[in-house]
Protein backbone atom coordinates (compact mmCIF):
# COMPACT_ATOMS: atom_id res chain seq x y z
CA UNK A 1 0.00 0.00 0.00
CA UNK A 2 2.02 2.76 -1.31
CA UNK A 3 1.37 6.35 0.78
CA UNK A 4 0.44 5.00 4.07
CA UNK A 5 1.58 6.26 7.18
CA UNK A 6 1.57 4.45 10.40
CA UNK A 7 -0.14 6.94 13.09
CA UNK A 8 -0.58 5.89 16.62
CA UNK A 9 -0.94 7.40 20.06
CA UNK A 10 -1.92 6.86 23.00
CA UNK A 11 -4.92 8.87 24.71
CA UNK A 12 -5.00 8.95 28.43
CA UNK A 13 -7.93 9.82 30.33
CA UNK A 14 -9.08 11.98 32.77
CA UNK A 15 -10.87 9.08 34.52
CA UNK A 16 -14.98 9.91 34.12
CA UNK A 17 -15.32 9.29 30.19
CA UNK A 18 -18.32 6.97 29.39
CA UNK A 19 -17.07 6.63 25.63
CA UNK A 20 -14.29 6.39 22.83
CA UNK A 21 -15.64 7.43 19.53
CA UNK A 22 -12.55 8.00 17.11
CA UNK A 23 -12.32 10.02 13.75
CA UNK A 24 -12.16 13.38 12.21
CA UNK A 25 -14.84 15.00 13.57
CA UNK A 26 -13.93 18.92 11.80
CA UNK A 27 -15.59 20.02 8.54
CA UNK A 28 -13.39 20.01 5.78
CA UNK A 29 -11.76 23.73 6.41
CA UNK A 30 -10.43 22.89 9.63
CA UNK A 31 -9.39 19.17 8.99
CA UNK A 32 -5.68 18.79 7.69
CA UNK A 33 -5.80 17.78 4.13
CA UNK A 34 -3.48 16.09 2.20
CA UNK A 35 -2.83 16.72 -1.70
CA UNK A 36 -3.21 14.09 -3.76
CA UNK A 37 -2.46 13.74 -7.44
CA UNK A 38 -3.80 11.60 -9.77
CA UNK A 39 -3.54 10.74 -13.46
CA UNK A 40 -7.10 12.52 -13.46
CA UNK A 41 -8.39 16.00 -11.85
CA UNK A 42 -6.59 17.35 -8.11
CA UNK A 43 -8.50 15.96 -5.35
CA UNK A 44 -8.00 16.08 -1.91
CA UNK A 45 -8.54 12.31 0.25
CA UNK A 46 -7.39 10.74 3.38
CA UNK A 47 -8.16 6.99 3.80
CA UNK A 48 -7.57 6.11 7.23
CA UNK A 49 -7.76 2.13 8.48
CA UNK A 50 -8.03 1.59 12.45
CA UNK A 51 -6.20 -1.75 12.69
CA UNK A 52 -5.79 -1.60 16.66
CA UNK A 53 -7.26 0.20 19.58
CA UNK A 54 -8.04 -1.36 23.39
CA UNK A 55 -8.81 0.42 26.46
CA UNK A 56 -7.83 -0.60 29.20
CA UNK A 57 -8.91 0.79 32.85
CA UNK A 58 -6.65 0.51 35.43
CA UNK A 59 -7.92 0.70 38.96
CA UNK A 60 -6.16 2.09 41.48
CA UNK A 61 -7.27 0.26 44.42
CA UNK A 62 -4.85 -1.23 46.48
CA UNK A 63 -5.88 -1.12 49.99
CA UNK A 64 -5.88 1.48 52.64
CA UNK A 65 -3.05 1.73 54.75
CA UNK A 66 -3.02 -0.51 57.37
CA UNK A 67 -1.56 -1.60 60.86
CA UNK A 68 -0.23 -5.23 61.27
CA UNK A 69 1.28 -7.01 63.99
CA UNK A 70 4.85 -7.37 63.71
CA UNK A 71 5.39 -10.74 61.94
CA UNK A 72 2.33 -10.50 60.44
CA UNK A 73 1.39 -10.43 56.65
CA UNK A 74 -0.92 -8.35 54.27
CA UNK A 75 -2.07 -9.01 50.62
CA UNK A 76 -1.37 -5.34 48.42
CA UNK A 77 -3.63 -5.10 45.74
CA UNK A 78 -6.87 -7.52 45.19
CA UNK A 79 -7.07 -10.50 42.93
CA UNK A 80 -9.37 -9.50 40.15
CA UNK A 81 -8.65 -10.05 36.45
CA UNK A 82 -5.26 -7.80 35.61
CA UNK A 83 -4.23 -9.32 32.66
CA UNK A 84 -2.83 -7.02 30.15
CA UNK A 85 -1.34 -4.89 32.99
CA UNK A 86 2.51 -4.77 34.27
CA UNK A 87 3.09 -3.85 37.83
CA UNK A 88 6.07 -2.64 39.70
CA UNK A 89 6.09 -2.81 43.56
CA UNK A 90 8.54 -0.71 45.11
CA UNK A 91 10.57 -1.23 47.58
CA UNK A 92 10.94 -4.99 46.46
CA UNK A 93 12.25 -6.16 49.87
CA UNK A 94 10.21 -8.08 51.88
CA UNK A 95 7.24 -8.70 48.98
CA UNK A 96 6.34 -12.27 47.55
CA UNK A 97 6.73 -11.02 44.03
CA UNK A 98 7.36 -7.02 42.74
CA UNK A 99 5.91 -7.88 40.14
CA UNK A 100 2.60 -9.14 40.86
CA UNK A 101 -0.75 -7.94 41.05
CA UNK A 102 -1.36 -8.52 44.55
CA UNK A 103 1.87 -9.83 46.43
CA UNK A 104 1.70 -10.74 49.68
CA UNK A 105 3.93 -7.91 52.10
CA UNK A 106 5.93 -8.51 55.22
CA UNK A 107 7.08 -5.56 56.56
CA UNK A 108 9.28 -5.68 59.58
CA UNK A 109 8.67 -2.01 60.14
CA UNK A 110 6.29 0.75 59.02
CA UNK A 111 6.69 0.68 55.68
CA UNK A 112 5.21 2.63 52.74
CA UNK A 113 4.50 0.77 49.10
CA UNK A 114 4.20 2.25 45.92
CA UNK A 115 2.98 0.59 42.40
CA UNK A 116 3.12 1.60 39.23
CA UNK A 117 0.66 -0.17 37.23
CA UNK A 118 1.07 -0.03 33.28
CA UNK A 119 -0.29 -1.58 30.35
CA UNK A 120 1.08 -2.64 27.07
CA UNK A 121 0.65 0.36 25.34
CA UNK A 122 2.49 2.68 27.92
CA UNK A 123 -0.08 4.09 29.60
CA UNK A 124 0.89 3.97 33.69
CA UNK A 125 -1.10 4.92 37.26
CA UNK A 126 0.62 4.95 40.77
CA UNK A 127 -0.40 4.49 43.66
CA UNK A 128 0.84 3.69 47.71
CA UNK A 129 0.27 2.30 50.28
CA UNK A 130 1.32 2.16 54.34
CA UNK A 131 1.59 -0.54 56.24
CA UNK A 132 2.29 0.15 60.13
CA UNK A 133 4.31 -2.60 61.98
CA UNK A 134 3.27 -2.73 65.99
CA UNK A 135 4.45 -4.85 68.71
CA UNK A 136 0.97 -6.63 69.67
CA UNK A 137 0.46 -8.40 72.87
CA UNK A 138 -2.16 -11.31 72.25
CA UNK A 139 -5.46 -10.75 73.62
CA UNK A 140 -7.12 -13.67 75.87
CA UNK A 141 -10.55 -13.91 74.50
CA UNK A 142 -12.79 -16.05 76.71
CA UNK A 143 -15.39 -18.51 74.77
CA UNK A 144 -18.01 -18.39 76.60
CA UNK A 145 -19.78 -15.44 78.61
CA UNK A 146 -22.90 -16.45 80.96
CA UNK A 147 -24.01 -12.82 82.38
CA UNK A 148 -26.60 -14.22 85.20
CA UNK A 149 -25.31 -13.15 88.60
CA UNK A 150 -24.19 -16.78 89.50
CA UNK A 151 -21.12 -15.68 90.05
CA UNK A 152 -19.25 -18.00 87.66
CA UNK A 153 -18.51 -15.92 83.58
CA UNK A 154 -20.89 -13.20 84.83
CA UNK A 155 -17.79 -10.02 83.57
CA UNK A 156 -16.43 -10.02 80.25
CA UNK A 157 -12.53 -8.63 80.19
CA UNK A 158 -10.59 -8.49 76.66
CA UNK A 159 -7.59 -7.01 77.49
CA UNK A 160 -4.59 -5.77 75.08
CA UNK A 161 -6.86 -5.56 72.30
CA UNK A 162 -5.18 -3.45 69.20
CA UNK A 163 -6.35 -0.17 68.82
CA UNK A 164 -9.34 0.22 66.05
CA UNK A 165 -10.14 -3.50 67.04
CA UNK A 166 -13.91 -4.37 66.25
CA UNK A 167 -15.62 -6.91 68.93
CA UNK A 168 -18.82 -8.59 67.92
CA UNK A 169 -20.41 -11.05 70.49
CA UNK A 170 -23.24 -13.72 69.03
CA UNK A 171 -25.33 -15.42 70.99
CA UNK A 172 -25.57 -19.45 70.48
CA UNK A 173 -27.85 -18.75 68.07
CA UNK A 174 -25.53 -16.41 66.23
CA UNK A 175 -27.39 -13.68 66.47
CA UNK A 176 -24.95 -10.34 67.33
CA UNK A 177 -25.92 -8.99 70.45
CA UNK A 178 -22.84 -6.39 71.25
CA UNK A 179 -20.73 -4.76 68.89
CA UNK A 180 -17.87 -2.17 69.15
CA UNK A 181 -15.67 -0.60 66.59
CA UNK A 182 -12.31 1.09 67.87
CA UNK A 183 -11.91 -0.73 70.61
CA UNK A 184 -8.42 -1.19 73.18
CA UNK A 185 -10.30 -2.89 76.58
CA UNK A 186 -13.39 -4.41 76.80
CA UNK A 187 -15.35 -4.55 79.60
CA UNK A 188 -18.87 -6.50 79.65
CA UNK A 189 -20.97 -6.79 83.23
CA UNK A 190 -24.35 -7.40 83.71
Known sequence: MLGWTKITGVYKAQGDEQIITIGNFNDNLTSDIVFIQKKTPTFYQAG?????VSVTRIN???IKDSIICKGDNVMLGEPNNTSGLLY?????FNLSN?????PTATPLAITTYGVTVSTLAGCSKQDSV???VTDCEVAEIPNIFTPNND???DELIIENLMNGSVVSIYNRWGKEVFY?????RLCLAW
Do not use: V
Not at 48 to 52: A, H, L, W
Not at 98 to 102: E, K, N
Open 48 to 52: YYIDD
Open 60 to 62: SWI
Open 88 to 92: NWQPS
Open 98 to 102: SSSAH
Open 130 to 132: TIT
Open 151 to 153: GKN
Open 180 to 184: SNNTS
